[in-house]
């Protein structure tokens, strides 16, 4: 099974991407963030005309998930259901064969002093307790999205200069790894442990692809069981490099 996930950074801006994406690497699921588009106005038929099933949940100009799939997925729930804030855009769940796929768009916290990346670490902790609730860690299950930190130096090209960046802050990866521990494993690397592997390039850099000045904050998280079947993973840069493309690129792991 191919998965693959992309932040699209609104899907109707990026669709013919998706589109040609799919159908030149054939994945079995893509899960997309930042979808920024009202259910109404999805353009579904696209990917069914493609040959895909797709489910989604989104809002006007912002979040937004979706799960683009060959199998028909199952067991499908939307957001948390903890009794604080669903977070319905952000978080979706579903079962597509025999594995269980959790997409999440992590909210990025804006500042280290504004309310909101104090509710990013508390969704971490949420999301950890969303883990213990519906799942085990012997269970075949994949965490993937946009999770908004670079867990470590090398996850991005100016490491020194971003300590108190909330993708970055000592904080926010604490948080992470907590979750992490939950029981997954990093799939993107355990095939590259190399430097210099970014899903991110900010617009305002020029030519951020070429100078390699990027971040490492999509991932592809597997529990143990799962992992052990995993065959590789990388990094797709050429989308990153077309006309009008995302500010992200698109992140893959394939299992047996």
């Given amino acids: ?16 991407i998706i589109l040609g994406w799919l159908k030149e690497c054939k994945p079995d699921v893509l899960c997309i963030q930042e979808t920024k588009v009202e259910d109404k ?5 696209a990917f069914v ?3 895909y099933n797709v489910i989604f949940r989104g809002e006007k100009s912002y979040n937004g998930v979706a ?9 499908v729930r939307f957001g948390f259901d903890d009794g604080g804030q669903a977070d319905e855009t952000r978080l979706l769940c579903a079962k597509v064969g025999n594995v269980n796929v959790v997409n999440t768009y992590v909210p990025q916290g804006r500042e280290i002093d504004h309310p909101m990346y104090q509710y990013k670490l508390k969704w971490f902790k ?3 307790a969303y883990f213990n609730c519906h799942f085990t860690p012997k269970d075949r299950l994949v965490w993937v999205g946009d999770l908004n930190v670079a867990p470590e130096a090398m ?3 100016n490491a020194a200069e971003q300590e108190d960046h909330v993708c970055f802050h000592v904080d926010v990866r604490k948080a992470y790894a907590d979750t992490l521990a939950w029981g997954f494993v990093d799939v993107f690397r355990k ?6 592997q970014y899903t991110f390039f900010d617009y305002r850099t020029i030519n951020a692809v070429e100078r390699k000045m990027g971040w490492r904050v999509d991932h592809i998280l ?5 992992a052990a079947k995993s065959r590789d993973s990388y990094i797709d840069v050429k989308p990153r490099m077309l006309e009008k493309p995302s500010d992200h690129t698109f992140l893959v792991a394939e299992f047996e």
């Fill in 1 to 16: 099974m191919k998965i693959a996930t992309f932040n699209a950074n609104s899907i109707r801006s990026r669709l013919e």
């Fill in 41 to 45: 106005d999805f353009p579904s038929l």
């Fill in 49 to 51: 005309e493609a040959g």
């Fill in 67 to 75: 799960l683009i799939s060959r199998q028909k997925p199952a067991d």
């Fill in 126 to 128: 949420r999301l950890k």
């Fill in 155 to 157: 996850d991005i090209h």
């Fill in 191 to 196: 095939y590259h442990p190399e430097p210099d």
């Fill in 222 to 226: 597997a529990t143990s069981v799962l």
